[in-house]
């Protein structure tokens, strides 16, 4: 049910999900970001039945390390803010950080979240990995 709440929306982003809440993520433009240039990674963030996890709901937090595994330490921890994507189909909130990748190569983005409310959802980590070029 959770996955498919989130397909309709036409989206063809990288889905993830764990028993209560399904993640999509994409970034800025068609998810190949450029090294050295400020792009938006954005997260579609839905609780089961399609109800949306918003910031205000949430302790989220993102993590940015380099490589296609999330070790050592995280080269960069963006501010999540909750946001529009100009372009992006159903216009929806969702959750935006400005990213820079330093370099090209492979990067793992981890998104974590805990209610701050006990009971509204499970909590979550959800990792992707992108390739700037």
């Keep these: 049910m959770l996955l498919l ?8 982003h990288e889905l993830q999900a764990n028993k209560q809440v399904g ?6 433009p068609d998810d190949s970001p450029q ?3 400020e792009t938006i990674a954005w997260f579609g ?14 302790e989220c937090g993102l993590s940015i390390y380099k490589g296609k595994a999330a070790a050592g330490k ?3 921890t963006p501010s999540l803010r909750e946001g529009r994507v100009e372009g992006e189909m159903g216009n929806k909130d969702r959750l935006l950080a400005d990213v ?14 805990k209610p701050k409310e006990s ?3 499970a909590p979550f980590q959800f990792k992707w990995v992108v390739r700037a070029t």
Excluded: D, N, S
Excluded at 45 to 58: F, I, Q, S
């Design 35 to 37: 090294a050295g240039v």
């Design 5 to 12: 709440a989130m397909a309709a929306t036409g989206q063809t």
């Design 100 to 113: 820079t990748f330093p370099q090209a190569g492979p990067y793992t983005l981890v998104l974590t979240g």
């Design 74 to 76: 995280a080269i960069v």
């Design 119 to 121: 009971g509204r959802f």
């Design 45 to 58: 963030l839905v609780k089961r039945g399609g109800e949306p996890v918003r910031l205000a709901e949430c």
């Design 23 to 28: 993640a999509l993520m994409h970034i800025q």
